[in-house]
């Protein structure tokens, strides 16, 4: 979990670096951006097997009861429990991949070649301030 954590910021550092020195991306960072779309799910996952897996040497280990460590909610319950939780995570990935799959067609709706400059990777034209109105 820390791990992925840790590459999750390195890959972000990596892109403001670029973007600050207005330098163009390289094709790997792409790819490593792809890479990373569900690094947040697997440390998520990695978080929860280490809690889950630490707990396993205190019943080895005779500290904790095995008849302690059990639950006494009957196991439909548990079964429901399970269910409604991948029912809800399968109803949020769709949601997320189709999010990402809209805003990726509507940004390509209103991408302008002419505004696109491949050296830097950056947009061509510069925003300009309007001055404050006079009163």
């Known amino acids: 979990m820390v791990a992925v954590g840790f590459l999750m910021l390195v890959v972000s550092w990596f892109g403001i670096y670029y973007f600050l020195r207005k330098k163009p991306l390289p094709q790997f960072y792409y790819f490593g951006l792809l890479a990373m779309t569900f690094s947040g799910w697997v440390a998520t996952l990695a978080g929860w097997y280490t809690t889950e897996v630490g707990r396993q040497p205190y019943l080895v280990q005779g500290v904790l009861k ?13 079964g429901l429990s399970l269910a409604i939780y991948l029912i809800v995570y399968a109803i949020l990935l769709v949601a997320f991949i189709s999010t990402v799959f809209y805003l990726a067609k509507k940004g390509e ?3 302008d070649p002419k505004e696109f400059n491949p050296a830097t990777g950056q947009r061509r034209t510069v925003a300009t301030i309007n001055p404050p109105l006079s009163l």
């Open 66 to 78: 095995t008849a302690d460590a059990i639950t006494s909610v009957p196991p439909a319950h548990i």
């Open 109 to 111: 709706d209103k991408f």
